[in-house]
């Protein structure tokens, strides 16, 4: 069907960046929105960064002028820059991708996982 396969995390300094990339690939009828979630030991999974097909955004709180999401329509490719990078960020990012496999049937779609740590 759809996979999605992420790069990019990794071990940086607080205040350090990173750039996230997640490619899809595979039966792709129509993308509905693509995003990022996170989750943290001990905690559920909760929503990034998020955009749609008509290029809105959406960003948790945590989020809002730290990070920034894009995305390559031609290469169906979604990317989170994250910069001032904290302790609290730490967490395996999951690519996200909303979108329909056939003309009547949409899914929800989940890559990996890659582990961001923030420390010193």
């Known amino acids: 069907q759809v996979q999605l396969v992420e790069s990019g995390g990794g071990l940086v300094q607080p205040g350090g960046s990173l750039r996230l990339s997640c490619a899809a690939s595979g039966s792709i009828f129509r993308i509905i929105a693509m995003g990022w979630y996170r989750q943290a030991p001990g905690k559920q999974r909760e929503l990034v960064a998020a955009?749609?097909?008509?290029?809105?955004?959406n960003y948790a709180d945590s989020a809002k002028g730290r990070f920034t999401i894009s995305r390559d329509n031609a290469k169906n490719t979604v990317y989170l820059q994250m910069n001032s990078l904290k302790p609290e960020d730490t967490a395996v990012y999951y690519c996200n991708l909303r979108g329909y496999y056939s003309v009547t049937s949409w899914d929800d779609f989940w890559g990996q996982g890659t582990q961001v740590t923030v420390s010193s």
């Open positions: 955009t749609n097909s008509g290029g809105s955004t």
